[in-house]
């Protein structure tokens, strides 16, 4: 039951976001950013956002040499080379939106451990330069420096060639989203937290008036004996930035969860090592936060069970991470877990490809999701391209 006074000011919007990840946030910020005005929501179930954008590694990064490679295989050269394009204007968008001090960004480079089954990409050393080439204004981006695998101390039965790329930097994830919730704020943006999205519906038929789509948000006193019904919003658009999520809202999305679990260590004294650093053809992913271990990956130990929205971690891969600290990593030392988490991401589950999905899904509803492993990257220029048809469409 809304009062007079909540109909007038709470329940009518231009623009409506679905979601407070990167993808959301962002694309309130761009709608903002060109319509100072506009009444803008933001709509998230959780206290803080609860999916991938603050449980991510914060690798800036937009492709190992393995990943490109092997992405080759299944991709295009012109689709990839726009995804890695992309990824890379994503990360100029983030670090120009919220500067670099305010999301802790550091550029260190990025590194990827070549194991024994990883040797053949060396080969595509060349290739792959070549590709990018056009986009990192005529510079090589990978390059191979042996020598640091004794340098920063991992352990050379395992690890055989290290390859570096000076263009990759890493991000403190919890300033980041911090930042990015503020910026939205200061300039208006509405943003509730505990508050889930149970269904939507465009309702617009003809013309092209306002109030075009309702959105019905489940009553959070509804479960403690009070006899309060769904609240119902209206918007003229409303973007979906709900990415592994959105299949509870849409069933029927070529949409597959993918969970990862991360552990970080306390802090170590002989820590060799700084920068991002990717395993396993991806699989693993590391980086020092100060003189801490962030470690990842290990949904290839158990692919069935991690197809979930389940934010839990398993005894089976955090075992599996606490390995490849002591065998690959850092093999002549101790180390103390400090913690653990796990967040969602969300891929494909028909194709290989790395694309998000960005649609209208009706005329005034606008779907932006699956952003991979690389949504940090993404996440500011999906979030542009999503205000561009939500406005396009006004
Ligand atoms: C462990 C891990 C490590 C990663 N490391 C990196 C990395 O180092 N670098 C990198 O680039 N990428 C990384 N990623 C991927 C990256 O974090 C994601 O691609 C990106 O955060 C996706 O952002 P998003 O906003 O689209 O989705 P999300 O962050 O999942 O946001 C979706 C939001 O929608 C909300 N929501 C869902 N349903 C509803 C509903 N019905 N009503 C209201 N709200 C709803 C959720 O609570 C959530 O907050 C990692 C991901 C994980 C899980």
């Known amino acids: 039951m809304w009062s007079f006074w909540e109909n007038k000011s709470f329940k009518k919007y231009d623009y409506i976001i679905v979601g407070a990840g990167i993808t959301g946030l962002s694309t309130a910020a761009s709608l903002v950013e060109k319509n100072p005005k506009a009444k803008i929501a933001v709509l998230e179930r959780g206290f803080l956002p609860t999916g991938a954008s603050t449980k991510n590694a914060g690798f800036a990064c937009f492709g190992s040499l393995s990943e490109i490679a092997s992405d080759l295989e299944t991709m295009n050269e012109t689709e990839l080379t726009d995804l890695v394009k992309n990824r890379l204007q994503g990360l100029e968008k983030l670090r120009t939106r919220l500067g670099d ?119 959070p006193l509804e479960n403690k004996g009070q006899n309060f019904s769904d609240i119902e919003l209206v918007a003229s658009k409303v973007a979906i930035c709900t990415n592994a999520f959105t299949k509870k809202l849409i069933p029927d999305l070529d949409l597959q969860a993918g969970r990862g679990q991360v552990l970080v260590t306390k802090p ?54 606490k390995s490849k600290l002591s065998d690959i990593i850092i093999p002549k030392h101790k180390f103390e877990i400090e913690t653990t988490w796990a967040g969602i991401m969300a891929f494909t589950k028909t194709s290989k490809t790395k694309i998000p999905l960005l649609q209208n899904y009706s005329k005034n509803i606008v779907l932006g999701i699956r952003l991979g492993g690389m949504g940090v990257a993404l996440g500011s220029k999906l979030g542009e391209e999503i205000a561009l048809m939500m406005k396009d469409g006004d």
């Open 268 to 321: 170590l004294k002989y820590l060799r090592f700084k920068g991002t650093f990717h395993l396993d053809e991806g699989f693993y992913y590391f980086r020092n936060f100060g003189r801490r271990i962030i470690l990842g990956g290990g949904r290839n130990m158990d692919f069935e069970g991690e197809t979930t929205t389940k934010l839990e971690t398993t005894k089976l891969i955090l075992e599996d991470l």
């Open 101 to 219: 001090k305010k999301i802790g960004y550091k550029n260190y480079g990025g590194y990827e451990l070549i194991l024994d089954k990883q040797i053949p990409y060396i080969e595509q050393l060349d290739k792959v330069n070549e590709l990018l080439q056009p986009i990192f204004g005529g510079q090589n981006v990978f390059k191979t420096k042996d020598g640091l695998i004794e340098g920063f101390g991992f352990n050379a039965r395992h690890v055989r060639r290290i390859v570096y790329n000076r263009f990759e930097g890493q991000i403190h994830t919890g300033k980041m989203m911090k930042s990015l919730l503020k910026y939205v704020q200061k300039r208006g943006v509405t943003v509730f937290t505990g508050c889930e999205v149970i269904s939507f519906e465009d309702t617009q038929t003809e013309g092209n008036g306002k109030n075009n789509v309702s959105v019905k948000i489940k009553n």
